[in-house]
């Protein structure tokens, strides 16, 4: 269970902000702001913030559809920003992604058929009848009909577009597949199908995922791990049980009693967060969660940045006053 | 509560949509009461027609769709058969509407203060500097900081959060009686919904106002609601109070939802699932409109549809199965906290 996949170091990636005349560079967005973790082979690390917090762009630098600004991927002890040629493609393979909208992440003129034999073609596993019958075992493995691959994505409900996502990741048999908000445009009924398909393949495949959310219950319910991100940095990470029963961050605390709960008895603690999350162009100085927190030291939170540090076995939290 | 009378009587509405492609039933047959100073929360998936149901009170409708029957009784008016001119009296004066995406209900070339003053202006027949002072005041109250400055600020200089606070204090610019919410939170972070919805609830208070709370976020219900109606392909499901409901839900759908949500409170080993898909709305399927998906469906289910029959008092259920249903909770607990 634990050799480690997939190591993360010190990772950043900035986005130019350009203006005038000669598209210069006044400013940068600071998405990924120094971000280290590891995920061992067949768990799954949740990912979870608000919008803004970088989690996406965390996902897109590991697939290298980013190139980071800054710090390393490494992928079986090797640098992914490093790959070219045949290794960059074979890495390709091993890290697969599911995107949010299943709308708009398939190609509206192509057949399914087509949409998921594409990775399977271009990676040589297969092809002409062969290709077609793997399609087919793939379209029954995530719940769909082969008759079905003819059509095209229109002719599809959001649950089941996000299975045919599914088996167009798992064509190319990945090690890794990062899930980008895989179920939250979908409804609560059909929400509960595709995580438990998720699930099943995970012990199928001995898959690693890595489950980027806004949504805290998806993934509590997912994850061995959950990471916390705010404002481009990592506040807290932990082990899922760990992490959810006793929680050390003041922001994972906050946005932990901020989801509603379907209970009208339960009478909880809420704590209600001042003002909107700062713009990470110019993020505040010292800990970036400052200007919210409901228990700030004016003497140090606003001056010195914390460091990512263990307090516990396996639970790291950057805060100064834990 | 139940002496009172209510504020909005919805009886046996219908509104259809009629496409090139068929009559879509979007609402067919809804029945309903909101009580002075009360929230109801209407919950349910997409195409369900909770949304329809709420423009419908407000005739908001584009021009396929059409009320075909119903009516819908407010202080004793029935805003189905209302002119033009009368309905626009009640619009943002004695119901006021809040929407999901503060960015598409807001003008992007006017102020935010220019478009809280037009409500104003419109109803409350004041001058344009009393409108204003009334405008900075809402905005004050609804948590807005520095209103004064804020008030001349175009909708893109605020943030989410800071533009559905701007579009509550349009709502409750003329004190409506009733403020329906459709889907006020879905598009926030949920630090802010939670900012939100206390905002809500504080004003509710203050305003003595009722509301309409249409979301698809059980979570959300628990939370506001006071009593709740679950709607499944244009019909009401299970119709009562908040508690019973999360509690005791009699209708196979209430129930196989409420335990298809991850909770954050209770540790679950496998979600459960409702097979297939929500049906398309021009196709539904005959008899009880959920017995395709239903494993407790019978003969009589796929044949003949069930009325919302009051099962105890003040509990509806539109269910032939509601005894099966009893004997299978003890597979999944609901509600169970840990």
Request: hydrophobic letters at 40%.
């Amino acid at each position: 269970m634990n050799e480690i996949i997939l190591e993360v170091k010190n990772l950043k990636k900035y986005f130019p902000i350009r203006a005038g005349v000669f598209r210069r560079i006044v400013a940068w967005v600071k998405a990924v702001d120094d971000v280290s973790f590891n995920i061992n082979r067949g768990e799954t690390l949740g990912l979870v913030g608000e919008s803004g917090c970088g989690k996406t762009t965390v996902g897109m630098t590991i697939l290298r559809l980013y190139e980071p600004t800054a710090g390393q991927v490494l992928y079986g002890n090797k640098d992914i920003s490093k790959l070219r040629g045949k290794e960059l493609r074979e890495m390709r393979r091993k890290m697969q992604i599911i995107f949010q909208d299943p709308y708009s992440s398939l190609n509206p003129r192509m057949r399914i058929k087509n949409i998921i034999a594409e990775g399977i073609i271009t990676h040589d596993i297969a092809k002409g009848r062969e290709a077609e019958h793997m399609v087919a075992e793939l379209l029954k493995r995530v719940g769909l009909s082969p008759d079905q691959m003819n059509r095209f994505p229109h002719e599809f409900s959001g649950g089941q577009r996000q299975r045919i996502g599914i088996a167009r990741a798992l064509a190319v048999n990945p090690e890794l597949i990062v899930c980008d908000e895989a179920v939250s445009a979908l409804d609560v009924s059909i929400q509960a199908q595709i995580l438990n398909l998720l699930e099943d393949l995970q012990k199928d495949f001995n898959l690693t995922y890595i489950f980027i959310s806004h949504a805290l219950n998806v993934v509590k319910h997912i994850s061995d791990r959950v990471a916390v991100m705010y404002l481009g940095k990592i506040v807290e990470i932990a082990d899922k049980k760990e992490l959810f029963s006793n929680p050390l961050h003041p922001y994972t605390k906050a946005l932990m009693s901020a989801i509603p709960i379907p209970d009208p008895e339960l009478k909880r603690e809420r704590i209600l967060l001042k003002g909107d999350v700062p713009s990470p162009i110019n993020p505040p100085s010292g800990c970036r969660f400052h200007p919210r927190c409901p228990i700030a030291d004016p003497k140090i939170c606003s001056r010195e940045e914390p460091e990512l540090r263990e307090v516990k076995p396996d639970h790291f939290v950057s805060c100064h006053l834990v | 509560m139940e002496s009172k009378q209510p504020l909005l009587k919805v009886n046996n509405l219908k509104t259809y949509f009629f496409t090139d492609d068929g009559v879509v039933k979007a609402v067919d047959g809804v029945n309903f009461e909101v009580y002075p100073g009360e929230t109801l929360g209407i919950v349910g998936e997409s195409g369900c027609g909770k949304s329809v149901t709420s423009l419908s009170i407000l005739r908001l409708l584009d021009e396929k769709g059409k009320i075909v029957d119903g009516e819908i009784i407010f202080e004793g008016k029935d805003l189905v058969k209302l002119d033009e001119n009368k309905m626009r009296e009640i619009r943002g004066n004695d119901i006021a509407m809040i929407f999901q995406e503060p960015m598409v209900a807001l003008n992007p070339v006017y102020t935010v203060g220019d478009q809280i003053m037009e409500a104003i202006i419109l109803h409350q027949k004041v001058h344009k500097d009393e409108a204003r002072k009334i405008a900075i005041d809402m905005l004050r109250k609804v948590g807005i900081p520095e209103p004064e400055k804020r008030v001349d600020e175009y909708p893109h200089e605020l943030s989410g959060g800071m533009r559905q606070r701007a579009m509550i204090a349009m709502a409750l610019s003329c004190h409506p009686k009733l403020l329906i919410a459709d889907e006020p939170t879905t598009a926030l972070d949920v630090t802010i919904q939670a900012q939100i919805l206390e905002l809500m609830k504080q004003l509710q208070k203050d305003l003595d106002m009722a509301i309409i709370m249409i979301t698809h976020d059980l979570g959300v219900i628990a939370e506001i609601s006071d009593r709740v109606a679950v709607m499944y392909a244009g019909k009401m499901v299970e119709y009562t109070d908040v508690k019973r409901l999360f509690k005791n839900p009699k209708h196979p759908y209430t129930w196989a939802l409420l335990n298809a949500i991850p909770r954050l409170d209770i540790e679950q080993e496998r979600l459960f699932s409702i097979p297939g898909v929500v049906p398309d709305a021009l196709h539904f399927p005959s008899g009880c409109k959920f017995h395709t998906r239903c494993e407790f469906a019978t003969e009589k289910c796929r044949n003949e549809e069930p009325g919302l029959i009051e099962i105890e008092d003040g509990h509806f259920v539109a269910c032939w199965n509601i005894e099966k249903l009893e004997a299978a909770k003890d597979r999944v607990e609901v509600g169970e906290n840990k």
